[in-house]
């Protein structure tokens, strides 16, 4: 394989984790600042300003991660880790239409709930593969974590 093509799927990796980004900050965009902040929320809710660094740099390190898996394509049979990928991916890329779209907490919540056991599931299939490339699914992992308690907590406050 040529040493540009490795970093042409790369680039596309990223490409793709930035537009679920996009997608997610299309529905977010309105809602944030009209409805969400009208939520009554935990005391322990980080700052508004605080999600859209974070998640960029969620979204690189999980272009990152998954790109090192690819790369072992030769030596491990990788297409049900990068399919298991795919699938948290698109549960990722449901939560913004769901909680913010819809202003609907308890359907965010029945996406994210599934999407915190998809993101473990592919940490611990990549780390069968790279276990650089599941430790940089961790923070994201975590911050899932975290999310799901913000979003249960915002749900059980609002209803």
Do not use: H
């Amino acid at each position: 394989m040529k040493n540009w093509n490795v970093w042409i799927v790369l680039a596309l990796f990223i490409a793709v984790c930035l537009l679920v980004a996009g997608f997610g900050g299309f529905f977010t965009a309105g809602s944030v600042r009209q409805w969400y902040p009208q939520l009554d929320k935990p005391s322990w809710t980080p700052p508004s300003w605080i999600f859209g660094p974070v998640w960029t740099a969620l979204y690189l390190m999980m272009a990152v991660a998954a790109w090192l898996v690819w790369r072992k394509g030769e030596l491990f049979s990788v297409g049900s880790a990068l399919g298991l990928f795919i699938f948290q991916l698109v549960l990722n890329a449901a939560w913004s239409p769901l909680f913010f779209g819809l202003k609907n907490p308890l359907a965010g919540l029945l996406d994210i709930v599934p999407l915190w056991v998809a993101i473990l599931a592919t940490m611990l299939s990549f780390w069968r593969i790279s276990p650089a490339a599941a430790i940089l699914l961790l923070p994201y992992w975590l911050w899932v974590s975290f999310a799901t308690a913000l979003n249960f907590a915002i749900w059980k406050m609002n209803r």
